[in-house]
Structure formats: C-alpha cells, structure tokens
C-alpha cells in the first residue's frame, strides 16, 4: 500500500459498505425494492460510493444492470472490477489516484466516462468504448496537448476539454467542502443551524396541527411577525455562540501555553542537573578505573554512588515540585472553564427563554384568533371558506383549544430539545476538556518518574561495570 495512506484507514467494497450507502441514498426504486423483497443487488441501477476511502474496486458483480456507478474522491489506483458491469453507461472516476486507462473493455454501453483530476499519462485502451459521448479527462499528467488530440483522432468521438465545465465542477465541490467546513465549525461552537430560520421552521413541521390552524383568519399575518422575532433570537444566539467558542479556545491555548512554559523552565533545570552531574561522571569513572587498589577504588566508587543517589533526589525533588505546581494550575483552569461554561450555559438559558415567550405570546394570541373564529363560525359570520379539515376543528370550544394546545406544546418541546442539546454539549466539552487535561498530567508525571528510575538505574549498572582491582586478601 502506498504511503501515501499511513494517514487514512482504506475501505472495501463488502455487503456492510454497500447496505449501508444503499440505506443512506434510497435512491428511486430502492426503497420498494428494500421494502418487498430485501437488498436484491440485481435490481439496482445506480450506485454511488462516492468519499468512501476505496483502495480497491471489488465485490461489484451482483450489481449486473447497473447503469450509473459514481466512485469519485476516493483513492483508487486501479481500474479493474468492472468487467460484469456490461449495462453501465455512466461511469465516475474522478479524484482518484489512477495512472493507467484499462479495465473498460466490456462496458460497450458507456457514455459518459469520467477521469478528471488522476495520475494518468496516456489516453489508451477505449477502443471498444462506441458510444462514448462524453470522456472528461482534465488535471491529468498528459505531457501535451497532441495527446488529446491524438485520441481524438484515434477514436473518432469526441473529448471534452471541458476546462469551464471541469473548473466549475471543481468550485462546486470546493463550495460544498467549504460549507462543510463551516457546519463543524458551527458544530463545535454547538450553534449549528441557529443563523436562520432552521429552529422555527423545524418546529413547525413537526406540527402536525400548524397548517391547519395556518389557514385561520389573521394567522398568516402574526406567524409572519413570530417568524421574524424568533428567527432574531437565534442569530443573536449564533453570534454570540461563535463568539463565545473563540473565548473557550482562547482560554484552553492560554492554559496550554502557561503549562508548556512552566514545563519548559522545570524540563531545564533537570538538563541543568544532569548537565553538572555528567560533567563530573567521566571524570570519577575514569578515577574508579584507574584506581591502583581496590580500597581506593571501592571509596571512589562508594562516592560515585552517592552522587547518583544526590541526582536522584534532585530529579525527583524537581518532579514533586513541578506536581504540586501543575496541581494548582490545573486547579485553577478547572475553575476558569466551570466558569466559562456556567456563564454560557446562563446565557443560552436566557436567550432561549426569550424564544418561549416569543411562543407563548404568539400561543396567546393565535388562540385568541381561534376563539374568535370560532365564535363566528358557530354563527355563520365568517366570510372566507375554509378547508374541511380547519372546518373540523371549529366544531366546538373544547375541540379548537385542544389543537392549539397541541401545537404549543409541540413547539414548546422542539424548544426545549434545542436547549437541552446545547447544554449538554457545553457540559460534555467542559468534562472532556478537563479530564483531558488532568488525565495528561497524569499520564506525563508517570513517564517522567519511570524515565528519572530506568536513567539512575543505567547510571548505576555503568557504575557496577567497571573493573577494579581485587581485594588483597
């Protein structure tokens, strides 16, 4: 495997891979086929397996009236696998590591061929490819224009360039990337999808009374209003999200940065001990091994241990100094996180509750319109015609008052549920955050005091080594 992927887990094409892309696209037809008789691969038409990490294709011959295949961004270097796929007739191979145009042969149906953006030097093997219309085969390692043009006149169809087409595609993609990107950040700030209408709209559709009641006399008109003041709430929510995750990575590279430091000056004075001690060490053993008896050589060794046993100390006096040092610092970033957290979780608080009284203002009022239309209904007032279901529910007071109870509380809960998600995430980056911290003190206080143990434990195999004289009996 090429090293190019000592950073990336590659994927096969098995029965697990492709249940679950065929769960996550339901494509046209999939979903009755899945339905009635189970994941019957014969039936499938198109398949797209597309940013899966794929090394290899394989495993693709039960897909045998297969007509669109999409194995794009992936990391393919060999195209092969295919040769059961004879009804394919779109085929996506684009951002891949392939070098070598082969493996196509029986796909005599292809039209439409695409491998933009490899690591291909030649265009061959495609003579069996008739009705091939469209071949994109941009951002390759063709040395010359000739050899486009050459292929052109070797096959006798047409290959885009497609240079517009191709760098238009390539900004689709960087756009959707980049949007991407810009979710996980929002993610992370735990504010995803607050810089819009997503909250309000959700909670609607998951109304199951709101469109009915939508239909009311003046209700248009006062969702209108909910929609803009709710909509204000949660980009003022979102802002100050973003605003406050840059404060809590601010706060976390702050600590880290202090620690690093304290470290680093701790991490010095240890180099320093050494240091003196190694410049005296030569020194004593080439005393100990030049010893002309062993009574002089056994008082210079017994002195050489007991500078070991000096270093000892001093090392690990400096690893209980700097525990108790980190002990408090990280006392005091457990403390400055809790509050970080704390303020946000109070203001998130807030700025939801401004949302419920946006809903109970408008819960207020929409009932008041229901009663009222209501009322005229019963007296025959009313001056527009509305669907029966609307209808249904203006039977009687009970029967109106329920629904828009109903609809309340359903929204009430979708913002109840946004709350609750936002503090649990704020809660769950406050314990990772400092359990990762305390964990890594821990972690780096073990190595170091079995470091100090396995250097003085050589020092003094070093010691017991050298050869001195023999006793004199």
Not at 227 to 246: I, M, P, Q
Not at 325 to 337: C, H, S, Y
Not at 383 to 395: F, G, I, S
């Amino acid at each position: 495997m090429s090293h190019l992927y000592e950073n990336i887990e590659p994927t096969i094409i098995d029965d697990e891979l492709v249940q679950k892309v065929l769960e996550e696209e339901r494509t046209e037809g999939i979903e009755e086929i899945v339905r009635t008789e189970g994941f019957n691969l014969k039936d499938v038409k198109e398949l797209q397996l597309s940013f899966r990490n794929i090394l290899q294709i394989a495993n693709l011959w039960q897909f045998e009236n297969l007509t669109k295949l999409q194995l794009d961004n992936n990391i393919i270097e060999k195209i092969e696998g295919l040769e059961s796929l004879v009804h394919l007739v779109w085929l996506d191979l684009s951002f891949n590591n392939i070098e070598v145009i082969e493996g196509l042969d029986t796909l005599i149906k292809l039209q439409d061929l695409s491998l933009y953006s490899n690591r291909i030097s030649k265009i061959e093997n495609l003579d069996t490819l008739q009705e091939l219309q469209i071949f994109s085969i941009g951002k390759n390692n063709l040395t010359t224009l000739e050899d486009r043009e050459e292929a052109v006149l070797q096959y006798q169809y047409h290959i885009e360039p497609l240079e517009q087409e191709e760098a238009e595609a390539l900004a689709q993609l960087e756009d959707k990337q980049a949007k991407q990107r810009e979710l996980e950040y929002h993610k992370t700030a735990f504010v995803e999808y607050l810089n819009g209408s997503f909250l309000f709209d959700s909670m609607f559709a998951e109304d199951t009374e709101a469109a009915k009641l939508a239909c009311l006399p003046g209700v248009n008109d006062l969702l209108q209003t909910y929609r803009e003041e709710f909509v204000s709430v949660c980009e003022s929510l979102f802002n100050y999200g973003l605003k406050e995750h840059e404060n809590r990575e601010a706060e976390v590279s702050h600590f880290y940065e202090y620690l690093n430091e304290v470290l680093t000056a701790n991490q010095q004075e240890g180099r320093k001990r050494v240091l003196e001690f190694e410049n005296q060490s030569k020194k004593r053993l080439e005393e100990i091994h030049n010893a002309t008896s062993y009574d002089i050589a056994e008082s210079k060794r017994a002195r050489y241990r007991e500078d070991i046993l000096q270093l000892s100390e001093a090392l690990m006096g400096l690893e209980i100094l700097i525990t108790n040092q980190l002990e408090e610092i990280l006392e005091e970033f457990k403390r400055n996180i809790a509050a970080v957290a704390s303020t946000f979780m109070e203001n998130v608080k807030g700025m939801m509750n401004q949302c419920r009284d946006l809903e109970n203002h408008h819960h207020e009022k929409l009932m008041e319109i229901s009663i009222t239309t209501l009322e005229k209904s019963l007296k025959d007032e009313l001056d527009v015609d509305l669907p029966a279901a609307v209808q249904r529910l203006l039977v009687d007071k009970n029967t109106i008052v329920n629904a828009v109870n109903t609809s309340h509380g359903t929204r009430l809960r979708s913002i109840d549920k946004r709350e609750s998600d936002i503090l649990s995430n704020i809660d769950h980056w406050q314990n990772s955050v400092t359990e990762k911290a305390f964990q890594n003190e821990i972690d780096r206080n073990r190595n170091r005091v079995k470091e100090i143990i396995v250097f003085i434990e050589n020092l003094q195999e070093e010691l017991e080594s050298i050869k001195i004289p023999e006793p004199t009996e």
